[in-house]
């Protein structure tokens, strides 16, 4: 079973931040957050991950709360072309073994 | 850079047929993993391949296999195809060493009817 918790899905307008939540309140010291993307027809997109610090990249930012139980996946301008369903999911760093995803957040992007 | 191929894009199968899906991982990663995407539900991992070997394996029956190249490039085998076996199988390559995520190719659509 997905170790996260996520909202069914979330309106946005064009332009403004989208700003997608994350519980993940039994992740352990070692394991980190990963986002994924995937657009509809396509398969799944990496976006971004982290451990404790803040992370930025040209996608997204992610921020993760002191105490590691919950994130939040900011994309800061959002399009009409990232409307899309966003999993986050917890895992050991690595690029070996599952990705365990849940049902993720669609995210619908409006004019 | 050409990321992750497969192939076909979409298939439709009879029950009880068997099927072969094929991907070609990014230039450099040498593992590659199956995924199966039900309508509507999130990416179900089936096996990671590394060095021509399986090495992990998901909640899945025998009727799936796999295989990968010395070329580094994988195939999915389904034998005895069940109707609910009609899904968007994906395949996720990586480089083994990297701390980096996966990338997906666009997935076989297969229908079992």
């Known amino acids: 079973d997905a170790k996260t918790t996520q909202p069914t899905s979330m309106d946005c307008a064009e332009g403004r931040a989208a700003n997608l939540p994350c519980n993940h309140s039994?992740?352990?010291?070692?394991?980190?957050v990963y986002w994924y993307r995937q657009i509809h027809s396509q398969g799944p997109q990496y976006i971004i991950h982290g451990l404790k610090n803040n992370e930025t990249n040209e996608m997204a930012s992610l921020i993760i709360t002191e105490d590691r139980k919950s994130s939040t996946l900011i994309l800061p301008h959002a399009t009409l072309r990232d409307t899309a369903v966003y999993y986050c999911?917890?895992?050991?760093?690595?690029?070996?073994?599952?990705?365990?995803f849940g049902q993720g957040t669609t995210l619908q992007v409006k004019p | 850079d050409a990321g992750v191929t497969q192939s076909p894009t979409h298939l439709i199968k009879t029950r009880g047929q068997q099927v072969t899906l094929r991907c070609s991982p990014k230039?450099?990663?040498?593992?590659v993993s199956w995924y199966q995407q039900a309508l509507g539900q999130g990416p179900q991992f089936i096996f990671q391949y590394y060095e021509e070997e399986e090495r992990q394996r998901g909640n899945f029956p025998d009727r799936f296999s796999g295989h990968q190249f010395p070329n580094y490039s994988s195939e999915l085998n389904v034998n005895a195809l069940l109707l609910g076996d009609s899904a968007l199988y994906l395949c996720a390559s990586s480089l083994a060493d990297r701390l980096y995520g996966y990338t997906f190719g666009s997935g076989t659509r297969l229908t079992v009817v």
């Open positions: 230039s450099g990663h040498d593992t």
């Open positions: 999911i917890v895992r050991v760093a690595s690029n070996t073994g599952k990705l365990i």
């Open positions: 039994t992740i352990s010291g070692n394991e980190y």
